[in-house]
């Protein structure tokens, strides 16, 4: 048995697979043809749900399910105005698991999800939010560094690793954000990762039906390309979303100075511009990926981006992975038992 198969035995256990990498769920991305790709490359995939008319979403899960026999789940953005249909049906077609993600789900629906057999998994971005996803009975959690793409949370996964992964040890714990290598997902497993979460790796697939000019614009990008949006005024509260800077980048900042001044004037409430932001993105993002407008669309991205330079087949992607991971497992494997370890503690450098 590979040291790899080792490190991945809870989250590949959890998730029904042999390699505990999950390709997260992206927004006219994530569909059943890339889906299916990665489970039948033994890794997880997620359906994206954004806000699909629920019969879009059926559609998608049973063609995924005409495409491969492995597991696989559906996330679903609880702040989406389609998503409590979405959970009604999901729940009805008895799906492998439901990723809850926008926002936090309330305790009957995750219960609701698991009376209809889905396993459920949870972004957690603090401790105490971890816990009482707990106590609600999530089956595992994602830790999601703001290194990612997309919407993103405020914290990095590096600190997210020492508040969460390294405290909790009830549930399985997936991390994602900036990880785009082998080596990485390695010393993450080594930590106590049950398994990662990766989304502009993939977008670099084969499988992908991004744009050809969407791919092309990741494989010129450097990490520090990829930035996050800012938030103007707490009265218009927005989720910080990570992409290449272009001329859309701008659009969203005048965008919101626009909706604030409404919001001002009394012209709309906040639903409604939170509302309008979320459709600026949908549609945004659709115009970068599937229209292949790269100048004005959304280039939704995580820093990771200057880690990705090739396409490759899907297959061949998560074969890279699991080979570097384990070379980089023998590597810290011989470093723990061929270092010549002092007999002695060493002194502290301050002690006189």
């Known amino acids: 048995m590979m040291l790899f198969d080792t490190f991945a035995e809870t989250g590949g256990r959890f998730l029904d697979v042999r390699f505990p990498i999950i390709c997260g769920a992206m927004t006219w991305i994530s569909d059943a043809k890339l889906v299916a790709a990665m489970a039948d490359s033994g890794g997880y995939g997620l359906l994206a749900g954004g ?9 998608e899960i049973v063609e995924t399910r005409r495409l491969t026999e492995q597991p696989f789940g559906v996330n679903l953005i609880t702040i989406a105005p389609n998503f409590a249909a979405q959970l009604e049906m999901v729940c009805e077609m008895g799906c492998h698991a439901v990723v809850f993600a926008g926002s936090l789900p309330r305790k009957p629906q995750i219960e609701k999800a698991k009376q209809s057999g889905a396993k459920v998994i949870c972004f957690a971005p603090t401790e105490a939010v971890a816990h009482k996803l707990i106590s609600w009975g999530t089956d595992a959690l994602i830790l999601e560094g703001s290194e ?16 969460l992964l390294f405290k909790i040890d009830t549930v399985p714990i997936f991390v994602a954000g900036g990880i785009a290598t082998g080596q990485m997902i390695a010393h993450l497993l080594t930590m106590g990762a049950a398994g990662v979460q990766m989304g502009t790796r993939f977008v670099m697939a084969e499988e992908c039906s991004a744009h050809d000019k969407f791919k092309r614009a990741f ?11 800012p938030q103007f005024d707490s009265r218009l509260p927005v989720i ?29 409430d906040r639903r409604e511009a939170q509302y309008e932001v979320e459709s600026f993105w949908v549609g945004s993002l659709r115009e970068a990926v599937v229209d292949g407008n ?18 490759e087949p899907l297959a061949s992607i998560i074969r890279g992975l699991v080979s570097e991971a384990e070379q980089t497992l023998e590597q810290i494997h011989h470093r723990m038992h061929e270092a010549d370890w002092p007999a002695q503690p060493l002194k502290s450098a301050t002690a006189p």
Request: charge should be positive; hydrophobic fraction near 50%; proline fraction near 4%.
């Open 51 to 59: 806000n699909a008319p629920v019969d879009a979403l059926q559609a």
């Open 148 to 163: 990612a793409g997309g919407h993103i949370g405020p914290v990095s996964l590096s600190v997210l690793l020492q508040q």
């Open 219 to 229: 494989m010129r990008a450097k990490a520090r390309d990829a930035m996050a949006t």
């Open 240 to 268: 910080p979303v990570r992409a290449l800077k272009n001329v859309k980048s701008a659009a969203f900042n005048r965008l919101q100075f626009e909706l604030l001044e409404k919001l001002a004037s009394g012209d709309i």
């Open 294 to 311: 790269v100048e004005a669309g959304s280039l939704m991205a995580g820093q990771s981006v200057g880690l990705v330079d090739k396409l």
